[in-house]
């Protein structure tokens, strides 16, 4: 296909930005039949992400693949309030493909022991991949704190985690890509869409170092009961938001 076919089946797909994807499709293949494929594979609704294999968070390319959540820009939002904390210590948990820790290891200057969870094993796998084999990394795969050794109880100085946060009842209203390629238990936030940031913040406090903070990113109208889940678990609450991504983040900072 030459890069006018390319932008033309784009464009009938209805895709926002033809030519920048087109660039990447042709990039990404090593044929011109793999450029073929790879056309239709995105004309017919498929994430670009998972057509190229990999997807652009904070300069790096994330490998991505199916059936891991693909790393979102908004929440390179959350990755930088994480850098900003300079931590020494630091897990991740529904680390997905690990773009999270990955810009962590990238950006911290100086030493990070880096610990890095998720319930699914695909997606510690592709974190794996995604993680400086020479790093201080250690990967598990459980449900939140229960996979982390016991050594690092009071000692974490950051606790980061894009949990999943869309209430049941709003999954429908998805965009489709995000319907047909990625798990639900990914974007699955329960009832109010904080299930799973509830337990997050009710087992921060016993792992983290005096000083630490435990941050996660949530939508605008869930932050007063975010806020008010923080306090009550003894934990000072911080909101930041970026009105560029469309992000938010809450954190819960330790007190005496």
């Given at each position: 296909m030459t890069r006018y076919e390319v932008l033309d089946r784009l464009r009938r797909a209805g895709c926002v930005w033809p030519e920048d994807e087109a660039d990447l499709l042709i990039e990404s293949a090593s044929d011109e039949q793999d450029l073929t494929l790879k056309t239709?594979?995105?004309?017919?609704?498929?994430?670009?992400?998972?057509?190229?294999g990999w997807?652009?968070?904070?300069?790096?390319?994330?490998?991505?693949?199916?059936?891991?959540?693909?790393?979102?820009?908004?929440?390179?939002?959350?990755?930088?309030?994480?850098?900003?904390?300079?931590?020494?210590?630091?897990?991740?948990?529904?680390c997905g493909a690990g773009a999270i820790s990955a810009?962590?290891?990238?950006?911290?200057?100086g030493?990070?022991?880096?610990?890095?969870?998720?319930?699914?094993?695909?997606?510690?796998?592709l974190a794996r991949s995604n993680l400086p084999a020479d790093a201080n990394v250690h990967?598990?795969?459980?449900?939140?704190?229960?996979?982390?050794?016991?050594?690092?109880?009071?000692?974490?100085?950051?606790?980061?985690?894009?949990?999943?946060?869309?209430?049941?009842?709003?999954?429908?209203f998805l965009p489709s890509e995000s319907r047909r390629h990625e798990p639900e238990t990914a974007v699955n936030g329960g009832p109010d869409g904080l299930t799973?940031?509830?337990?997050?913040?009710?087992?921060a406090r016993e792992w983290l170092a005096p000083g630490?903070?435990?941050?996660?990113?949530?939508?605008?109208?869930?932050?007063?009961?975010?806020e008010s889940l923080m306090a009550r678990h003894g934990l000072r609450p911080e909101t930041h938001i970026d009105e560029n991504l469309d992000a938010t983040v809450v954190s819960g900072v330790t007190t005496p």
């Open positions: 239709e594979r995105r004309a017919e609704g498929e994430p670009l992400e998972l057509v190229v997807a652009r968070f904070r300069g790096l390319r994330i490998r991505v693949r199916e059936g891991v959540f693909v790393p979102r820009h908004r929440t390179e939002f959350l990755a930088q309030q994480a850098i900003s904390a300079q931590p020494d210590t630091v897990v991740e948990l529904c810009s962590i290891l990238n950006e911290v200057p030493p990070v022991e880096l610990h890095a969870a998720d319930i699914d094993p695909a997606a510690v796998d990967l598990y795969t459980g449900d939140l704190f229960s996979p982390l050794p016991g050594r690092l109880r009071r000692t974490v100085d950051v606790v980061v985690a894009n949990v999943p946060y869309v209430p049941t009842e709003e999954l429908a799973v940031f509830t337990r997050l913040v009710a087992g630490g903070r435990v941050m996660a990113e949530v939508s605008r109208r869930q932050v007063p009961f975010a």
